[in-house]
Structures are given as C-alpha cells and as structure tokens.
C-alpha cells in the first residue's frame, strides 16, 4: 500500500536554529499534502495544506514565516521550523492523499524538542 | 460549522469485551467518514472509511464501523477486545468539494487484562 516516509523522527535543536523536516509519498504522487501538529494527549491540529507547485494554504493562527513550507515536487513536502523557541517543541506530522476525500497516509512523525 | 466529535475522552474495556468508540459529525452534504488508529510517538494509521452503500464497514484488525444518518453517527465497534488495541483513536470526516479533513479529538481506548 501507499506509504508515506517523514525524516528525521526526533530532533533536539538549540533555541534560534532552524529545522527541516521532510515529507515524502513513497509510491504515489501527492500533489496535497498536509502538515499536522500533535500536542501530548490532544488532538491533531491542522497548520497548513501544501499544495505541489504553489504556496501552502496556512490555517489560522499558524505564522507563514515560522513554518516554511515547500512542496517542490508530487513526492515532497518540507516543513522549517525557523529560529526555533521551547514552545515549538511538539509532535509534527505529514500526510497525504492520492485523491479528494480518499483516506490519509501519515508519517510516522517527528518529535522536535527545543533547549 | 463543520465538526466531528468524539464524546469519551477515554473508554476502558476489559479484554474480550465488545467495544464501542463513539463519533458524530456536522458536514455539509454527504460526509466520507474515517477512523485512524495511533499507537505512541508514531502516526496515524488507517482502519476504515464509509463514503456510501452499505451502512456498516469493516475495516483492519477486526474493527467495523456503523453510520447512522437519522444520529449523524459513525461508531467504531469490535465484538472481542484485545491488550493490543490499546491505543488512540481518531474520527474524521470530510465531503465533497473540500479537500481538509476535520478530526475529532481522539479517544484513548484502553484493553484491560
């Protein structure tokens, strides 16, 4: 079945640095892809749809310039947390689909931590 | 607005127990229902969707689901529990004309030996 791979699965980062985490289909074309944010014991929130070839459709209340996203490629996705503060510390993940309203593949995850 | 709900923030049951993990929804139109599963520090995965037919679904690991359009319901349910579904459990709903997906706040189903 159609696997979606997210890198790195944990990083520790020093408070100011940036952090590239990366979301890509394996076996199919994603030309959506969608970028979650997991706070423990609560549910997922959406930050932001990346759409291949265009800029990403931001949810509100998520800053554009602290979450870059880019999705150069249908099998790509890369979410940058830029200079990076304890509060972003949190459980990020990616998914996507092969079609409108067909089910999520997700990634398995990235647990950032910010010293 | 639109929304899924998930009622119980926790259900215990005791291995060998049927289970019951309850959804709602409010979408426009015809919904496309989901349930997920996740297990710790790792992602989502699939078990089953509805999007039309028949009402009930069966989806992985002995799981089945039943939507209710009178309720707006889409419960998830498995006849026998086991230790290993202990997990998190999300709902999510979307319909045609949207390409996001609403998420209820998960259910964290705990199998009791």
């Known amino acids: 079945g159609a696997v979606v791979s997210q890198h790195p699965s944990w990083v520790i980062c020093k408070s100011g640095t940036s952090v590239k985490i990366e979301c890509r289909s394996l076996?199919?074309?994603?030309?959506?892809m969608f970028w979650y944010r997991q706070f423990p014991k609560q549910s997922l929130m959406l930050m932001a749809t990346?759409?291949?070839?265009?800029?990403?459709?931001?949810e509100q209340g998520v800053e554009k310039d602290k979450f870059l996203i880019n999705h150069a490629s249908l099998t790509l996705s890369t979410l940058t947390v830029t200079s990076a503060h304890p509060e972003d510390s949190s459980f990020y993940i990616c998914?996507?689909?092969?079609?409108?309203?067909?089910?999520?593949?997700f990634g398995s995850g990235t647990q950032l931590s910010v010293l | 607005a639109q929304s899924v709900a998930q009622p119980e923030d926790q259900v215990n049951v005791a291995e060998g127990n049927p289970l019951t993990v309850k959804c709602t929804y409010s979408v426009s139109g015809n919904p496309y229902l989901f349930w997920y599963v996740q297990y710790p520090n790792r992602g989502l995965q699939f078990l089953l969707k509805y999007i039309t037919g028949d009402n009930l679904v069966k989806g992985s690991y002995g799981f089945e689901a039943e939507f209710n359009k009178s309720q707006t319901s889409f419960h998830l349910k498995k006849p026998s529990a086991l230790v290993s579904d202990s997990a998190l459990y999300f709902c999510a709903a979307t319909y045609s004309g949207t390409y996001k997906y609403i998420f209820g706040t998960g259910t964290r189903l705990k199998v009791l030996a």
């Open positions: 998914s996507a689909n092969q079609g409108p309203n067909e089910k999520l593949f």
């Open positions: 076996d199919f074309q994603a030309t959506t």
């Open positions: 990346s759409n291949e070839g265009s800029k990403a459709t931001y």
